[in-house]
C-alpha cells in the first residue's frame, strides 16, 4: 500500500540529507556501488500518492456488497465550482458600491440560464463560484459567469484561411460548441477578409482552451503528415520545458508544429504537424525525453495549505516555471476546484531536495505583524505586491504573509506610510439621514466618486443593512473640511426638497408642453431647480410631478395651475349649426369674414371639410366671447336667409355693355335697387 510522506520543515534538513550521495562515490569500485543500491531511494522513502484512497477492510467488503446489488442512478442535476482569482475579478472593491452589481449580475444569470448560483469569497479575496443545474444550463452559465464576472484578455492564432470553415462548421455549430466549451468569444475573419488570425476573448485559461482546440482543427485539415502521441499528462512540463524553451527548440531543430495541451486542458495527446521526415524525428524526440524522464524521476508529496497554492504557482505560473528551469523538477498543484492540499514534486531524486527546498522558500516562512490604526488600513495600496496583506475590519491589525524577504520589505514600506499618514491624515464624521444615502452616492457612485477625487478622501457610507447615520471622511485636512462641507449642503438641499403631484387633466398636457416642448420650456427656464415629469400618454394619468426646493416647487404649481385655469376658461365650446350653402358666406373672399369675427372674439372657430355632410360650426373660447361669434355668424345666416336669388340670361356679347365702365352701370342698379347683388 501506497503513502503519503508529510513533510515538516524540522524534517525536511534530514530528509534532503539522505538524497546527496558521497563526494568519493563517483571513483568507487563495485562495492561502492552496491553501498549505493543498500540506500533508500526516494521512491523507497516517499512512495507515490495513492490513485484512490484506503479503506478499512471490513467496510470496504460493506460497500462491494451494496454497490454490487445497486446501480447507481445518475442525476440529471450536476454541480460545478468555478474560480475567479482576486487579480482577474471585476468588482474587486465591495465598498466602492460593487457588491450590488456583483449580485444583480448573479441574479440576472440565474434567470437567464435557469442554473443555481451560489457565491463565496475565499481569504485570498478570490470568489468561488458553485453553479447547479441540467449541463447545458451550468454550461451557459459558466460562459456568463466568464464574460460578467472575470476581467477579459485577448489573443490571436494563425491558421491557414481555408482551416477557418472547419472552425465554424456547419451552420456555426463548431464555433457554437468552441464558444461554450471554452466560455470565450471567437471572432473569425470575414471570407473577403485576407487575414488568417482568428481573434479570442476570454479568461487566460480560457484563451489557452480555445486556442489548443483551433490549432487541433487545423491539425486535422492540414495536407501534411499528422501523428498523434498520448503522453502521461505529468510528464508533458518535461516535454515542453521552462517558459516553453524545450518543445520551441524541438520544433526549431525538426521544423514540425508539436501541439501541446496547456495545464488547464485536461488532456493527454499531443498533435505533431508537417512534413512527413520532420514529423518522424518530434516523434521521436518526444518519445525519448517521455522515456527518459519515466524511468529517471521520482515523486515526492508535500501538504501545502490551499490558501498557499498561489504562492508556489506565482503570477501567470511563471514560479512553478523558475522552479522547473532551476530544478528540472515540475511542481503539480491541485485544481482549484479541489479540496487537495497535497503538492507533488516529480523529478530526479537528487534534484528534488532542491525543488523541495523552493517550495518551503514559498510558502513556511511566513511572518505575521499588527499595528497601524484601523482608520489607516484604506490608505496603505499594497494589495498589488506578491505579499498576502490582510486588513482585519474593525481592528487595529494587518496581517502579512509571504516569504521572509518580501514580507520584510513589506514591512518597512507600512511602517514609512502609517508614520507618514499619521502625521498629514484627518478625518471627520457626520450624520446624515440614511434615506439620503443612496442619492449621495449617485446612479453607480458617480456622486460620491466625483466628491473623492475632487478633495482627495475617501469617504466611508454604511451599507443600508446597517441604518447607521454616520458618514466617515477621511483624507487631507483641507480636503476633509471641502468634502464636509459640500455633502453637508447636498443634505440640506435634500432635506429641503419636496415632491408634489398635480392633477392636471391628460387632455391639456399636450397644450402645456407645446409644440416640440417649446411651452414647457418657458415653465423650466422660468423654475429650473424645478424637475417637472408628466406621464407617458400611453398610461392615461393625470398626474404631474414636480421635484425640487420646496419654496420653488410650490411657485411652479401655482404658475402650472394658473396655465391650466386659463386653458379650462379658455376651453369653453359651441357647435352652431349653419346651413351648408352659406359656409361660404360665413368664411368670406380669402377668408376675411370668418378671420374678422375670430380676431374680434378672441375665438377658435372650426368650420367642417367642404366635402362634408356636417353643418356644425364649432367655436371654442372665454364663454362670453363664444356667444358673441354664434350671434354674428347667426346674424349673417338670417341674413342670408331672406335673399331670394334669380338668374337671368343674357347674352354675353351684351355683359360689358350691362357692367359699363369699371362696373360704374352695373353698380348704380344695385345701389338704385338697396341690398341687391348683381352676379
Not at 488 to 513: G, V, W
Amino acid at each position: 500500500m501506497s503513502s503519503v510522506a508529510v513533510l515538516t520543515q524540522e524534517s525536511f534538513n534530514e530528509h534532503r540529507s539522505g538524497l546527496r550521495p558521497e563526494k568519493g562515490a563517483a571513483g568507487a569500485g563495485p562495492s561502492a556501488g552496491e553501498e549505493e543500491d543498500a540506500l533508500p531511494t526516494y521512491k523507497d522513502a516517499f512512495p507515490p500518492l495513492p490513485e484512490k484512497a484506503a479503506s478499512p477492510e471490513g467496510t470496504q467488503e460493506t460497500t462491494n456488497a451494496w454497490t454490487s446489488k445497486i446501480r447507481p442512478l445518475k442525476s440529471s442535476v450536476i454541480t460545478q465550482v468555478f474560480h475567479v482569482p482576486l487579480e482577474e475579478r471585476k468588482y474587486k472593491d465591495l465598498n466602492q458600491f460593487g457588491e450590488g452589481d456583483q449580485a444583480k449580475v448573479c441574479v440576472d444569470i440565474m434567470h437567464k440560464t435557469g442554473a443555481h448560483l451560489e457565491l463565496s469569497l475565499a481569504k485570498d479575496q478570490g470568489l468561488s463560484i458553485m453553479v447547479s443545474g441540467k449541463l447545458d444550463a451550468v454550461m451557459k452559465a459558466r460562459k456568463e459567469i466568464v464574460s460578467r464576472l472575470q476581467t477579459q484578455a485577448s489573443a490571436t492564432v494563425a491558421i491557414p484561411k481555408e482551416h477557418h470553415r472547419f472552425v465554424i462548421g456547419k451552420n456555426g455549430e463548431k464555433l457554437q460548441e468552441l464558444e461554450l466549451k471554452t466560455a470565450t468569444k471567437i471572432q473569425i475573419p470575414r471570407p473577403d477578409d485576407t487575414s488568417n488570425q482568428i481573434k479570442i476573448s476570454g479568461t487566460k485559461e480560457g484563451l489557452e482552451k480555445a486556442k489548443h482546440e483551433i490549432l487541433l482543427i487545423s491539425a486535422e485539415q492540414d495536407k501534411r503528415a499528422v501523428e498523434r502521441v498520448n503522453i502521461d499528462k505529468v510528464y508533458h512540463p518535461f516535454l515542453t520545458g521552462a517558459f516553453n524553451k524545450l518543445v520551441g527548440e524541438m520544433m526549431q531543430e525538426t521544423g514540425a508544429r508539436i501541439n501541446v495541451p496547456p495545464p488547464s486542458v485536461n488532456k493527454t495527446e499531443i498533435v505533431i504537424t508537417g512534413e512527413k521526415e520532420q514529423v518522424a524525428l518530434a516523434v521521436t524526440l518526444i518519445k525519448k525525453v517521455y522515456e527518459e524522464k519515466k524511468k529517471s524521476t521520482t515523486t515526492i508529496a508535500v501538504e501545502v495549505k490551499k490558501s498557499q497554492h498561489k504562492y508556489v504557482i506565482g503570477p501567470k505560473g511563471n514560479t512553478l516555471q523558475e522552479i522547473l528551469e532551476k530544478t528540472g523538477v515540475s511542481v503539480e498543484i491541485p485544481p482549484s476546484d479541489s479540496s487537495s492540499e497535497t503538492v507533488i514534486l516529480r523529478g530526479e531524486p537528487d534534484r528534488l531536495g532542491q525543488a523541495l527546498t523552493e517550495v518551503y522558500a514559498k510558502v513556511w516562512n511566513l511572518w505575521r505583524h499588527s499595528k497601524p490604526l484601523t482608520w489607516l488600513h484604506y490608505f496603505l495600496g499594497l494589495r498589488s505586491l506578491l505579499v498576502h496583506i490582510e486588513f482585519t475590519e474593525g481592528e487595529d491589525k494587518i496581517t502579512l504573509e509571504g516569504p521572509t524577504k518580501d514580507v520584510q520589505m513589506v514591512q518597512g514600506q507600512i511602517e514609512i506610510i502609517v508614520t507618514d499618514l499619521v502625521n498629514r491624515m484627518d478625518f471627520t464624521e457626520i450624520s446624515v439621514d440614511p434615506k439620503f444615502h443612496r442619492h449621495l452616492i449617485g446612479k453607480g457612485g458617480v456622486n460620491i466618486n466625483r466628491i473623492k477625487e475632487l478633495h482627495k478622501v475617501t469617504v466611508r457610507i454604511p451599507p443600508d443593512n446597517e441604518k447607521s447615520t454616520v458618514i466617515r471622511i477621511e483624507g487631507d485636512p483641507q480636503g476633509v473640511q471641502e468634502a464636509k462641507k459640500e455633502l453637508l449642503e447636498l443634505t440640506t438641499r435634500m432635506e429641503n426638497e419636496r415632491t408634489k403631484d398635480l392633477i392636471i387633466e391628460q387632455r391639456f398636457h399636450r397644450a402645456i408642453i407645446g409644440q416640440k416642448g417649446e411651452k414647457i420650456k418657458e415653465v423650466r427656464d422660468k423654475f429650473p431647480e424645478v424637475i417637472i415629469n408628466f406621464p407617458d400618454p400611453a398610461q392615461k394619468s393625470d398626474i404631474v410631478q414636480l421635484r425640487g426646493p420646496r419654496n420653488e416647487v410650490e411657485k411652479c404649481a401655482k404658475f402650472m395651475q394658473k396655465i391650466v385655469a386659463e386653458m379650462v376658461e379658455n376651453g369653453f365650446c359651441l357647435s352652431v349649426p349653419i346651413f351648408k350653402q352659406f359656409h361660404r358666406n360665413i368664411i368670406g373672399k380669402g377668408g376675411s369674414n370668418i378671420k374678422k369675427i375670430r380676431e374680434e372674439t378672441s375665438t377658435k372657430i372650426d368650420l367642417p371639410a367642404e366635402n362634408s355632410n356636417s353643418e356644425m360650426i364649432v367655436i371654442t373660447g372665454k364663454k362670453a366671447n363664444c356667444e358673441v361669434a354664434r350671434s354674428r355668424i347667426l346674424a349673417i345666416q338670417k341674413e342670408l336667409a331672406n335673399i331670394t336669388e334669380i338668374e337671368v340670361s343674357i347674352p354675353s356679347k351684351l355683359h360689358n355693355s350691362l357692367i359699363g365702365s369699371k362696373g360704374r352701370f352695373v353698380r348704380s342698379i344695385m345701389e338704385e335697387c338697396g341690398g341687391v347683388t348683381v352676379a
